[in-house]
């Protein structure tokens, strides 16, 4: 009994050693982890749509035929660190997954971003804002797609305090990615010579904005920015209308808007507000197509955001440095390496390129909501104002605090 | 000092809807000796009742304020009559469990046809705008909101400890076998109690959609607060929830002005604080 266990022991580890080295010459399996907020107050903008984006990916990537096995994953990371890093690190360990995408939360995404880089897996983030994932926390194993903080505040920021808001009243999510948003949109007033005269944070997940809105209502400033994403948003600007506060001269900057979110408030008030997306379903013809397709897949009809759709690219691009590294994917620092030597051009998001920092850089679009009048479509909500280009839009690798750049 | 005026009345505002749901929470307790935790999926039904109603049917918002709580309330009924009838007697905890995963199923259901970010619901016509009180906008509606929920609560509060009605019902609370030997139909009115608390849920529901985005989730974000508010007013307690309803209203919204990363504990800090002095709650009678 003793002898035979012995033996299998022996003849498993045998196996077990020699099994790399067979594998080296032709694995191609990936494993992809969507890890999201699945039910909460971002599941609209990432969640179910972003695992959807992905599958999406894998079957447009045409990879499987060409022996590839790839497969999909979700987690739902409850917008909770200890949770994503959690799911992550099992993913890892224990299900053999070898890239995260989406991780919208940039409080989550932070922490993932350290898991990731521990375990020398991929990380394609799309759903965080923060500018650190690719500024003073970067990483070897990341990529930060769609949009970022930096990004927001030189756009829709930039935009409002040219046009005469130079007085600024924050509403800020107390959490990472509020206080990102804040930092950098504070950066953006004050080098244009505008003025920040306070500020408030309120929790994550706040239903009541009334207090919040009084105080931005009595500050005088002439703009109220609203730091803050999803629901959050949604409820900001629907109060603010209820008490008066546009009607009052004051202006709302929604720093980060999703087409979820202006589906939610209505065209009736969410008509004229000025904000930034990387990413819109009426764009152009291939974005079109691919909406089409997608919003046929989604349960309530949505076209994708711009984060599914970051989901939807980034991948795309990843598949396109497994073709080009030819098989064994499991080498993060590697796989992210070729990711940045290959230009990125995808239907969604245009040509591009992926920094050293892990940036993506494609451009961004200001947007103005349509009045109910304009609107001529189920989803048809927004008019293209202006674009960014992609090297205008995205933090200078001159001003990045990137370790990575060093080298 | 203008500002804190405002910040008063916001609070008072919000302490309105604490109220009403706290209400009905209370009165199922007191009457049913069960831990609704299915309220806030039940409010959030009310709201999205008062969406269908509108956008389907176009019946507006005055119509549904007593149409979605009735249609609400039927489904509460049947709810009680074909599930939390058989748990009468059993320990508080099976009727806890049982209202929370049914709260969190009708929770799925809504979520998985709507999404998370929710729909829009005007504000009627005749309430909108505001008026300038010289230190605040106040916006009709939420004038409005709690002049109505007052009504309401004091109305509750008449029916159940002044009327015959309310005498019954809480001698049946006390006694069944014996209420029932005077020949009343001791199952059904507890069925209707259920229902009567179940439709207060839906009624603060269709209140709030002009305010808050209808979302499935909408519930499950307050449901807690209110249970807080029960517990700091002592379980059962039908003036006690109302007083602590608008009370804490008021108290969180001075913490969004003084404190605003701590608004959404200090409710739960109060609640610590009354459980270790009083632990029957304030207005609680100790059984």
């Known amino acids: ?207 009541d904005f009334s207090s919040f809105l009084l105080q931005a209502q009595s500050s005088k400033a002439k703009v109220i920015g609203l730091a803050n994403a999803g629901g959050d948003t949604t409820n900001s600007i629907k109060q603010a209308a209820e008490f008066g506060i546009v009607g009052g001269g004051q202006k709302l900057a929604a720093l980060l808007l999703f087409i979820t979110d202006v589906k939610a408030i209505g065209l009736d008030i969410a008509q004229g507000l000025n904000f930034t997306e990387t990413f819109y379903w009426d764009l152009n013809d291939q974005t079109r197509a691919f909406s089409k397709k997608f919003a046929a897949r989604m349960k309530n009809g949505a076209p994708p955001t711009m984060v599914q759709a970051g989901v939807y690219a980034g991948l795309t691009h990843y598949f396109k440095a497994l073709e080009a590294l030819g098989g064994n994917p499991h080498d993060g620092v590697k796989v992210v390496e070729k990711m940045k030597s290959i230009p990125t051009d995808d239907p969604l998001f245009g040509k591009g390129e992926i920094e050293p920092n892990g940036r993506t850089i494609h451009s961004a679009y200001l947007f103005e909501v349509k009045k109910p009048s304009e609107s001529k479509a189920p989803w048809d909500f927004y008019r293209l104002v202006g674009t960014v280009p992609g090297d205008q839009a995205f933090t200078p690798l001159s001003e990045s605090k990137c370790a990575l750049l060093k080298k | 000092m203008q500002a804190l005026y405002a910040q008063l009345l916001v609070g008072l505002i919000n302490g309105s809807f604490y109220a009403l749901l706290s209400l009905g929470l209370a009165v199922i307790f007191g009457m049913l000796n069960i831990i609704n935790f299915a309220h806030g999926a039940l409010y959030m039904m009310g709201a999205f009742c008062a969406y269908f109603l509108l956008n389907i049917a176009g019946i507006g918002y005055w119509p549904a304020l007593i149409v979605a709580p009735i249609l609400v309330g039927i489904f509460g009924m049947i709810l009680e009559r074909t599930m939390l009838q058989w748990l009468a007697g059993l320990d508080h905890l099976y009727g806890l469990l049982l209202t929370f995963g049914m709260a969190l199923i009708i929770q799925g259901v809504f979520q998985n046809y709507f999404g998370s970010s929710g729909l829009p619901y005007a504000i009627p016509d005749q309430l909108k705008g505001g008026m300038n009180l010289g230190f605040m906008f106040l916006p009709i509606y939420r004038g409005w909101v709690v002049v109505f929920s007052l009504i309401v609560c004091i109305g509750t509060w008449y029916l159940i400890e002044r009327t015959r009605l309310g005498a019954n019902l809480r001698a049946a609370t006390e006694n069944p076998t014996l209420v029932r030997a005077f020949g009343i139909n001791v199952p059904r009115m507890i069925t209707l109690t259920y229902g009567l608390g179940v439709g207060l849920a839906a009624l603060a529901g269709v209140l709030s959609a002009p305010i808050n985005q209808v979302r499935p989730l909408m519930g499950a974000d307050l449901i807690i607060v209110v249970f807080a508010v029960v517990v700091i007013g002592g379980m059962g307690s039908i003036m006690g929830s109302i007083i602590t309803g608008f009370a804490l209203g008021v108290i969180e919204g001075l913490t969004k002005y003084f404190y605003p990363e701590a608004s959404n504990t200090v409710v739960f800090v109060l609640m610590v604080l009354v459980l270790l002095v009083k632990p029957s709650g304030l207005t609680g009678r100790t059984t």
């Open chain 1, 1 to 207: 009994m003793k002898t035979s266990f012995l033996a299998s022991l022996l003849l498993s580890t045998a196996l077990g050693l020699s099994a790399p080295g067979l594998a080296a010459a032709q694995d191609k399996i990936v494993k992809i982890g969507a890890l999201s907020d699945q039910s909460g107050l971002y599941s609209d903008l990432g969640g179910p749509g972003s695992t959807l984006a992905a599958q999406m990916a894998v079957e447009d990537s045409g990879l499987g035929a060409k022996g590839w096995k790839i497969e999909v994953i979700s987690g739902d990371h409850q917008n909770k660190p200890d949770v994503g890093t959690a799911i992550a690190r099992q993913w890892f360990d224990v299900d053999k997954v070898d890239i995260i995408v989406d991780v919208p939360n940039s409080g989550v995404a932070l922490a993932v971003n350290n898991v990731v880089k521990e375990k020398n897996g991929v990380y394609i983030n799309s759903g965080a804002a923060t500018s650190d994932l690719t500024n003073a926390q970067c990483s070897p194993n990341t990529v930060h797609w769609t949009y970022d903080t930096y990004m927001l505040a030189h756009s829709t920021g930039q935009a409002l305090v040219k046009s005469g808001g130079d007085t600024w009243f924050f509403l800020t999510a107390d959490y990472a990615f509020g206080a990102a948003l804040e930092r950098d949109t504070t950066a953006v007033i004050l080098a244009n010579g505008g003025k920040v005269v306070g500020s408030v944070k309120h929790p994550l997940n706040t239903s």
